[in-house]
């Protein structure tokens, strides 16, 4: 029965691979979680106000039995992490607060617990903290529900020979490799200290499993990308762990080897006054854009493939600031379209980097294009089936888009969220699209092989910015979705039809934010605009794995370290901040 029972899995898996996903393929679970606390599930884009899904990060323990949920509270204040049963998606246990968090930044689970990436404001009295009680990134290990350890990743004590760095705005992501036996964090930070104060750029960091920070030659750093507008990251089995950003100077690299913007040139972008198109999702994104192949069975895998949306890019010209193999470009379309790239490991793209000619109209001649299209694309991700060679990428679409900037997102009527499946770089048969599902926190492989993702089942829109203030909305239900390779959805799947708890269509007379921004349509009649926040000598050490610091985890007993004296200094808004018209600088 046993051998019947596995024939007739590979006989619907390889009719699957033949013909793609299908509506049978996608399971929803919809309302299946309460939460204890209310959580507010939009996010309003910077610069733009558009609305995004506020990530609600999700991981799975290693050994398929236990889940977990991280979501910030509705105050803003306070990361709650739910135990999830992994099979029904419904509460287990109980809710475990992390006080003071501001974002749900990044979570791994463990057999016997979780990790959590978040941003906190230092004790009162801290000597060296930012100004404004403005946070730091922080790493939390949980065992069960009591915490173990936590150490910074910045602030105080942390790289403090380059400066220090908090951050406002994580947009990072946190994961875990068990061969290394480390944690790995890429994130955004602001320098309030040294050469890069009042700038932005992005920080790697490493941390053992006892908590104690790592400083590895060629892995950890303290500043990389300039102006990070996108991270995508998944773990390998040594440091330096997969990577890659995208900056304010016109490109998006993978970085494994560099952490800063050299590298692997994986594609022209543009970029106008620090902005880019919001290729790994903008505000609430940098999660689920890269994966490594093999799904549960990833550690047996050296490969990756990266989603992101992109414009494209034309008429390449010399980045003068920068000099020589630097670019700028022009977008080639209004709206932007899913892309994906492969890597044969963590350094090595399969097939032909993006081109630096300058003059050359070709910029985007290399991308391996999901959709080539007028309408606009968004909230691109990537997940990784076992089967080795396939994977689910998702992706968001407006029909008609009005695209009133240059760079950043597009607004519009909300034509559905697409899924389709992509076996050895090639799309198989045709996106499925649904009006009630979406993506709003990580996508991860089970230990069954479904690839599963939690969101709120809600009415979304779109069409107009988010209100002046931010979105007012909170739910207090969390919903799942999973897609199986195999073509049947699992026997619990709940319908999605059920009554929406929730609303992104919030709108208001005040929010001029649209109204005063450049318009264009004609994308490509526009120059992008150089900016000036790279250092002139990045942080990047040639070689890797050779350990040569290490600090401490903070001590359960006092939540304020030894730390040096040194007078703080004031920090600029975060880019990730509301309504700053002004050039970030």
């Known amino acids: 029965m046993l051998g019947l029972s596995f024939s007739l899995f590979l006989c619907q898996a390889s009719a699957v691979l033949a013909a793609g996903l299908s509506e049978s393929s996608l399971e929803t679970h919809v309302d299946s979680l309460a939460l204890d606390f209310s959580f507010k599930p939009v996010k309003e884009a910077y610069w733009t106000s558009i609305p995004h899904h506020r990530r609600t990060p999700f991981a799975v323990s290693p050994d398929g039995k236990s889940a977990y949920l991280a979501y910030l509270d509705s105050s803003e204040t306070d990361v709650h992490v739910q135990q999830v049963d992994p099979s029904t998606f419904a509460t287990v246990g109980s809710t475990v607060t992390v006080t003071g968090g501001k974002e749900a930044g990044g979570l791994v689970a463990h057999n016997d617990g979780f990790a959590l990436l978040t941003n906190e404001a230092l004790p009162s009295g801290t ?12 790493l939390y290990r949980y065992t069960g529900t009591e915490q173990t350890w936590k150490t910074f990743l910045g602030g105080p004590g942390v790289h403090e020979d380059f400066g220090l760095a908090a951050s406002p705005d994580l947009n990072g992501d946190l994961v875990f490799s068990e061969e290394a036996g480390l944690y790995g964090a890429y994130f955004v930070v602001t320098d309030y200290t040294g050469d890069a104060a009042g700038h932005f750029g992005d920080s790697i960091q490493y941390v053992a499993t006892d908590g104690a920070l790592q400083t590895i030659q060629g892995a950890s750093s303290s500043w990389g990308c300039s102006h990070n507008t996108g991270i995508a990251f998944e773990a390998a089995a040594a440091a330096p762990f997969a990577s890659l950003c995208a900056e304010d100077q016109g490109a998006i ?56 949306v992109s414009r494209g890019a034309t008429e390449l010209s010399e980045n003068e600031w920068l000099g ?34 300058v003059g050359a109209t070709g910029g985007d001649a290399q991308v391996n294009w999901i959709t080539q299209g007028t309408a606009d694309c968004s909230n691109a991700h990537v997940a990784a089936f076992n089967d080795g060679e396939s994977v689910l990428v998702a992706w968001e679409e407006i029909a008609e888009p009005i695209c009133e900037v240059i760079a950043m997102g597009c607004r519009g009527t909300f034509s559905g969220s697409k899924f389709l499946l992509v076996t050895s770089g090639v799309k198989v048969g045709e996106p499925v699209s649904v009006m009630d599902t979406f993506v709003a926190g990580d996508m991860v492989t089970m230990a069954d092989g479904r690839i599963c993702w939690p969101y709120v089942s809600m009415d979304w829109s779109l069409s107009e910015p ?34 929406p708890v929730a609303s992104s269509s919030e709108s208001n007379a005040e929010n001029a934010l649209l109204a005063s921004a450049p318009a264009s349509n004609f994308v490509s009649s526009v120059a992008p605009t150089a900016t000036s926040d790279v250092l002139a000598t990045p942080v990047v050490s040639e070689t890797a794995d050779v350990i040569t610091s290490v600090s401490a985890p903070v001590s359960l007993a006092s939540e304020n370290p030894v730390l040096p004296s040194q007078s703080s200094a004031p920090i600029r808004p975060s880019c990730g901040g509301r309504r700053r018209k002004h050039r970030r600088s």
């Open 127 to 138: 000597a060296n903290a930012p100004a404004d009680s403005t946070p730091v990134p922080v």
């Open 324 to 357: 020589a193999g630097f670019t700028h470009a022009l977008n080639r379309t209004n709206g932007r379209n899913v892309a994906i790239a492969r890597f044969s490991d963590k350094n090595t793209l399969v097939g032909a980097q993006a081109s630096s000619e």
């Open 466 to 499: 988010v209100a002046y203030g931010g979105s007012t909305t909170t739910t207090t239900q969390m919903s799942f979705a999973c897609m199986n390779l195999d073509g049947g959805a699992a026997a619990n799947s709940t319908s999605s039809a059920s009554t």
């Open 253 to 308: 690299w993978l970085n494994t080897a560099t952490q800063g913007m050299t590298g692997v040139k994986v594609s022209n972008e543009n970029t106008t006054n620090g902005g880019s198109g919001e290729p790994m999702g903008g505000m609430s994104g940098s999660y689920s854009a890269l994966a490594r192949l093999g799904g549960a069975n990833a550690s047996a895998s050296d490969a990756y493939v990266f989603a992101w």
